[in-house]
């Protein structure tokens, strides 16, 4: 096949998933799709990422994203030999249009964010006693969701009402869904072991296991971070 022909074939096949991703956005504000809740959507997101790629949004958050930070927030910048990244734009944009989880990403104390079950719950105790004392309680803001508590979190209203009259307006539908999705699987992707987010430098570090020693360590070298 030609070099011209496969590159229009490929042009062919983004406008088709453009145009799929505007009608679905279309359906879903205008109510089309009643009976299909803001996870469906981010669930089948997260399907579509793991089914693109052998890499998951946990490799990619923070590196695939390098291009919407600074300059000077590449990808080898460490703190204490932990690697730092910048939080995606997409989120931030995600949390300011939802009006959701702003606290963890506008607040005066580094955050630590993560998700337990019955499993973790020895890891979110200690945890918590690390983060009792008086020193640290001036340093961290906890939030720690079981995950229960995560899915139940309202929704939020991040959509236009009516549906779109022009092409500008269809795809400011389409990025909002967009830029809901992504947040909704950073915060996934951060429960799974845990997130400090600084939030006065829009950056974060991941623990890379849900080990309760290991996070305390973190936890304990990040404080003048």
Known sequence: MKKNEMKE???????????ILVIL?????????KGFGVKDFADAFNNLGANLSNSSLGKNAGKNYKNT???NSGNNETFEGYQVAR????VLRGV???HLWTFLFNSNKKVVFYIYDDSSAAFNSSVQNYLSTKKNAQIYSLYAYTNRSFSSMNIGNYGASKICNSLEECNEQRQRASDYSLMSSFLKYCGKTMCVINSSS??????TNKDSNKATQMLNALKYW
């Open 25 to 33: 956005a279309i359906a879903y504000f205008t109510g089309f799709l």
């Open 202 to 207: 829009q950056k974060y570090i991941r623990l």
């Open 9 to 19: 074939k490929l042009a062919d096949i983004a406008s088709f998933f453009a145009c």
């Open 96 to 98: 300011k249009t939802s």
């Open 69 to 71: 930070g600074s300059k």
């Open 87 to 90: 939080i995606p734009e997409a």
